[in-house]
């Protein structure tokens, strides 16, 4: 199986490699549009600021080429953040996948949202075996609401999509990669979807 993480100098790369390889595979790093068309899986990372990531992605074209993938994708942390239509971290604008605007946190609660939070209301494959109420690992100041792609929930001054999907497209708010067992069990789910 190829799997490509997209290289566009978002941080975190070397732990989601790491937890790849725990699960038995190998991932690639590569910004090249062609080796990410033709992979079986394509992991969209993100630590980092939504204008300059998004200023990154227009720089290698990427922006034009995600949207259009046919195998499944997933978006982690930014990643996830940077599928939907906008955010207001630097009144971005984003790819557009996911139906939803992504917003600040209110300034009720301490941001970013940093450490393990529950997940609830799952839904989907992504979450076979996934008990819920089960502890993800998040860093955060910005958040998607919830919305009709939303397949699990987490709360924090509000509640909010931790995870999305519309059809061959997964976002993930938490980071699967530093979230323990759990974090590996997702993303072995996301391996195997077909």
């Known amino acids: 199986?190829?799997?490509?993480?997209?290289?566009?100098?978002?941080?975190?790369?070397?732990?989601?490699?790491?937890?790849?390889?725990?699960?038995?595979f190998e991932a690639i790093l590569s910004h090249d549009a062609e080796e990410i068309r033709n992979a079986d899986k394509v992991i969209f990372p993100g630590v980092g600021e939504a204008?300059?990531?998004?200023s990154?992605?227009?720089a290698t074209g990427l922006d034009k080429v995600i949207p259009t993938l046919k195998q499944p994708v997933l978006g982690?942390?930014?990643?996830?953040?940077?599928?939907?239509?906008?955010?207001?971290?630097?009144?971005?604008?984003?790819?557009g996948i996911?139906?939803?605007?992504?917003v600040k946190f209110s300034n009720k609660v301490k941001v970013?949202?940093?450490?393990?939070?529950?997940?609830s209301d799952l839904k989907n494959e992504l979450f076979k075996n996934i008990p819920e109420k089960s502890y993800i690992y998040l860093v955060h100041s910005f958040y998607a609401p919830i919305g009709s792609e939303?397949?699990?929930?987490?709360?924090?001054d509000v509640e909010y999509s931790a995870a999305l999907q519309k059809e061959n497209f997964y976002g993930v708010q938490f980071h699967p990669e530093k979230s323990s067992d759990v974090g590996?069990?997702?993303?072995?789910?996301?391996?195997?979807?077909a």
């Not at 199986?1 to 038995?24: H, W």
């Not at 204008?51 to 998004?54: E, K, P, Q, R, V």
């Not at 982690?76 to 790819?95: K, Y």
């Not at 590996?184 to 979807?193: G, R, T, Y």
Request: charged share 15%.
């Open 1 to 24: 199986m190829k799997i490509v993480i997209i290289d566009y100098g978002a941080g975190n790369i070397q732990s989601i490699i790491f937890a790849i390889k725990r699960l038995g």
């Open 51 to 54: 204008s300059s990531a998004m």
């Open 56 to 58: 990154k992605l227009r």
């Open 76 to 95: 982690i942390c930014l990643g996830m953040q940077l599928m939907c239509h906008s955010s207001e971290e630097g009144n971005t604008e984003g790819l």
């Open 98 to 102: 996911f139906d939803l605007d992504v």
């Open 112 to 119: 970013p949202q940093i450490g393990w939070n529950q997940i």
């Open 150 to 156: 939303t397949i699990a929930k987490s709360e924090y």
């Open 184 to 193: 590996s069990e997702i993303l072995n789910n996301f391996l195997n979807i």
